[in-house]
């Protein structure tokens, strides 16, 4: 069964490789490959950065009272907001967009709301129950994420059909020293996609998929 949030399709990554082509024994290869690169990636951003339905359940930030912080952001609907101290969600708990609470969807930021002021979130282990879809389609992934995803796809892709491994040579006063190793993300690729990290930035507590 393939990773559901792989960062490219096959055919973006037959043509990162190079193997437009290829047979079915050698696509079921890539697709491998592009499973355990794409999972890396989005342990990288402590988060699944693809589309998908998710429930999320939120606490009370001392920093920012007012604000819960979404991890699959970008939110593209947010289908419901429960806050119940009790953690049982029953209907009466139910808050209204742009009445109770207000979306950044870029950030990924909710403000609870009374009046049209900001007013802070019930405090409490998981009092606050998100359902939204969240995350980017496959075809709207950020380029630069796009970019690293072939790039470390294709440095797997040479490692393990090539065997083309990658090394760091150092050299000291005892001389050059070259160390074989595993296939890794450089600092550079890092740096390119640091961006859309969560940087432990969200106030969600656990989520599931809906």
Request: hydrophobic share 35%.
């Amino acid at each position: 069964m393939s990773y559901a949030y792989a960062l490219l399709s096959t055919e973006e990554a037959k043509r990162a490789l190079k193997q437009e082509s290829a047979t079915d024994p050698q696509i079921i290869q890539i697709a491998e490959l592009l499973d355990i690169v794409s999972q890396e990636l989005n342990d990288f951003f402590e988060r699944e950065i693809i589309e998908n339905a998710w429930t999320e359940y939120h606490q009370y930030d001392r920093a920012a009272p007012s604000t819960i912080r979404i991890l699959h952001w970008p939110i593209s609907t947010v289908t419901e907001i429960r806050e119940d101290e009790s953690r049982a969600y029953g209907t009466e708990t139910d808050l209204t967009e742009g009445t109770d609470f207000v979306v950044n969807s870029s950030t990924g930021e909710i403000t609870r709301i009374s009046s049209g002021y900001p007013i802070p979130w019930l405090t409490g282990f998981e009092t606050i129950r998100v359902k939204l879809t969240g995350g980017w389609a496959l075809a709207d992934v950020p380029p630069a994420v796009k970019g690293v995803c072939a790039e470390y796809l294709a440095r797997h892709y040479h490692a393990r059909m090539k065997q083309e491994y990658s090394f760091s040579t150092i050299d000291d006063a005892r001389g050059t020293v070259t160390h074989f190793g595993p296939v890794m993300l450089t600092k550079p690729m890092m740096k390119r996609i640091y961006d859309y990290k969560d940087h432990g930035a969200t106030t969600c507590v656990r989520y599931t998929t809906t």
